[in-house]
């Protein structure tokens, strides 16, 4: 560390990012991106704007707002983008959390980086032993609630009404419902912004809209929360958005139909590959995500991981107590998962 660094930040434990590979890879199952390309729409518009990169992006991003708030049924003013959902997250623990942050233990890990980034005090709070999340553990506290729904890296989801239970039981705390995974079958708590102005939803690309490399993430909640996160913007970068991630945004939007087909794959290629597993000697968490979590009742999750790599395949593997003994596996294409099902099968029985 440079002798300029602020102390303050010298102890900064930063987000480890899944590793991008440059070389020998054969499958890459490890940060959960989608195995197909951006829609060929986006992908037209992207290679139009290219031409006008020498102008700044629209600040109001307002050509995708307005597909945006058409396509998730909201006013304009209702939503904003963001460079990946990551910036929009950000801005979230700058601007709403004076009085803290809480969130279950096993999530995304990237919330407590935020918090510390920040200098927010947060309370983690353990997720129940069958990695669920106990709603009672979140009511009669403070602090601005951050719930990853579907969860991650476990998979595991809330419905609309159990996020309900916890945003009515105290309207003066806000929640905030991270969906990165919801299109992968489970039904989003979007419509409750409208009944309540302490619910912040926020979605991104990366994951069912194939646009991961775009960096394009989104906040949907009461206008007055969305004027606040602009404010945020505007005092940081108000060009947060390129043209080419505005532009392949709006034509992801458009082509519903092939944003509905892949999403509709990958959720049988999961049914697929837990049932795989399953014949293996695995057990699978129930996922309504683009991964499944999963453990084998002998081997342990980091020997697994590390076989897999000798062979060019890469998984997640988290080193704490509580998951050591998983692996988290993206949902690939059917062709990948077969492979991979058969890359696990020749370990288990070498
Ligand atoms: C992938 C992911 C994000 C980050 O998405 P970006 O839009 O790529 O920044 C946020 N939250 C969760 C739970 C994720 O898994």
């Known amino acids: 560390m440079s002798r300029f660094f602020d102390p303050k930040l010298s102890a900064l434990t930063p987000y480890t990012p899944g590793e991008q590979p440059k070389d020998r890879l054969l499958l890459k199952l490890n940060t959960n991106e989608?195995?197909?390309?951006?829609s060929p729409l986006a992908q037209r518009y992207a290679r139009e704007e290219a031409g006008r990169l020498e102008l700044y992006s629209d600040p109001c991003c307002t050509a995708l707002v307005k597909k945006g708030a058409e396509v998730f049924g909201v006013e304009e003013d209702e939503i904003i983008f963001t460079n990946g959902s990551d910036e929009v997250l950000d801005f979230t623990f700058q601007a709403f959390c004076p009085k803290g942050a809480i969130f279950p233990d096993i999530t995304y890990g990237f919330y407590k980086v935020f918090a510390a980034l920040h200098q927010i005090p947060f309370t983690e709070v353990p997720l129940k032993e069958d990695f669920t999340i106990d709603l009672q553990d979140y009511l009669g506290t403070s602090g601005t609630v951050f719930i990853a729904n579907p969860n991650a890296p476990t998979g595991l989801y809330l419905t609309p009404a159990q996020v309900e239970t916890i945003v009515s039981s105290d309207p003066d705390r806000l929640v905030v419902i991270d969906e990165a995974y919801i299109d992968f079958?489970?039904?989003t708590s979007i419509p409750l912004t409208k009944k309540y102005d302490n619910l912040l939803v926020i979605g991104t690309f990366s994951k069912s809209r194939s646009m991961a490399g775009a960096r394009l993430?989104?906040?949907?909640?009461?206008?007055a929360l969305i004027r606040c996160l602009n404010t945020i913007k505007y005092s940081f970068n108000p060009y947060n958005v390129d043209?080419?991630?505005?532009?392949?945004?709006?034509g992801a939007l458009e082509d519903k139909d092939y944003f509905r087909?892949?999403?509709?794959k990958i959720m049988a290629t999961r049914?697929?590959?837990t049932e795989a597993l399953e014949k293996l000697g695995f057990t699978v968490l129930p996922s309504l995500t683009n991964f499944v979590f999963a453990k084998h009742d002998r081997i342990p999750g980091k020997t697994l991981c590390a076989k897999l790599r000798e062979q060019g395949i890469l998984v997640r593997h988290f080193d704490t107590p509580r998951l050591t003994d998983y692996l988290r596996i993206t949902i690939g294409s059917q062709e990948q998962m077969e492979a991979f099902a058969g890359a696990i099968t020749n370990i288990l029985e070498g």
């Open 261 to 264: 087909t892949n999403c509709e």
């Open 217 to 223: 993430g989104f906040a949907i909640g009461n206008k």
């Open 185 to 187: 079958g489970g039904e």
């Open 34 to 38: 989608s195995p197909f390309p951006p």
């Open 243 to 250: 043209r080419m991630a505005m532009a392949a945004g709006v």
């Open 271 to 273: 049914a697929w590959t």
